[in-house]
């Protein structure tokens, strides 16, 4: 909300289950080069059923890190037929569900991107996609763990107008999420309703002039 | 008169180009997005966008009075509601 400070700093960690620490090590470590900066050797922890645990963390650059837990001893009980080693699911999810939760770490160029598609192809797990979305190009791969990892780079800065956009579309969203059946078609034509409204007195900010001055 | 809102950043301007060339279409501004205006119907070839599928699919920031009666990788389509 206006007015409200933005403290956060980014991510501290992210953290995830793993069954196979070996692999997964192999893959963060050997394969894509990311180094392990922190790890934990847990025992006697909670409640005594709690298994001990390794939790265990890699950089991903900008000091936020990938941690994973492993649990010695403990398999969850095997269900479904798709998904990570954490959701499992039977085959009347479609694919699309599945597939859409993921990790998306940035990179700064073109080259740091290749860099990584030449470690990836060099490796147990290849690159499986290579995209150019809207303003970021991809590259894609699963983890040992069943985990999307997906590797970005900015195509070009995302501009004002572009986060006006998103918070007209989060407002429209919610508007057409009081109907009983939201769809698309009632979403734009909310949107529209709020460009109307709120758009047609923005004004383009002034690009920022690279001075070379530093900036307080 | 129905109208097609599309924001103004480098990878949707040929949206707005192309469905400017249909002479029964008028285009305009509304702060940061091109105000695509039509009477009955505006159809927008991809092809002649150039665009690649995660900018086509993406480019739609809003409709008035109008529903989208084709969107696939061949043409966006909208008529009069």
């Known amino acids: ?84 080693v954490y959701a499992r699911f039977e085959d009347d999810v479609p694919d699309f569900f599945v597939s859409s939760r993921h990790l998306a770490i940035h990179v700064d160029g073109e080259a740091d991107l290749m860099e990584y598609r030449r470690r990836l192809d060099s490796s147990r797990w290849p690159v499986e ?4 979305h809207e303003t970021i190009e ?40 009081r109907a009983d059946r939201p769809t698309m078609d009632a979403l734009l034509a909310r949107k529209a309703e709020l460009i109307l409204e709120r758009a047609a007195g923005w004004a383009v900010p002034a690009p920022k002039l690279a001075t070379g001055a530093p900036t307080r | 008169m129905s109208a097609l809102y599309v924001l103004d950043v ?24 091109f105000e695509i205006v039509f009477d009955r119907e505006v159809v927008i070839d991809r092809r002649a966008t150039g665009c690649r599928p995660a900018v086509w699919y993406s480019s739609v920031a809003g409709t008035r009075d109008a529903r989208i009666t084709q969107w696939d990788k061949d043409s966006l389509r909208l008529e009069s509601a």
């Not at chain 1, 996609?129 to 150019?132: I, M, P, S, T």
């Not at chain 1, 997906?150 to 956009?165: G, N, S």
């Not at chain 1, 998103?166 to 508007?175: E, F, R, S, V």
């Open chain 1, 129 to 132: 996609l290579q995209v150019q």
């Open chain 2, 10 to 33: 480098p990878e949707n301007r040929p949206v707005a180009e192309v469905a400017a060339h249909d002479r029964t279409v008028s285009l305009r501004r509304v702060g940061p997005y």
């Open chain 1, 138 to 177: 991809s590259i894609y791969t699963h983890d040992p763990n069943g985990y999307m990892v997906e590797i970005t780079r900015a195509l070009r800065p995302v501009t004002p107008q572009e986060d006006l956009d998103a918070n007209l579309t989060i407002d429209a969203l919610l508007d057409v999420l």
């Open chain 1, 1 to 84: 909300m206006a007015g409200t400070p933005h403290l956060v700093r980014g991510v501290d960690h992210v953290a995830y289950p793993t069954l196979d620490p070996a692999a997964t090590v192999a893959f963060y470590r050997d394969a894509l080069g990311f180094p392990v900066v922190h790890s934990i050797c847990a025992a006697g922890w909670g409640p005594a059923d709690h298994p001990d645990f390794i939790h265990f963390f890699f950089d991903i650059g900008n000091g936020d890190r990938l941690a994973f837990f492993y649990y010695f001893g403990y398999e969850p009980p095997r269900r479904g037929v798709k998904g990570d």
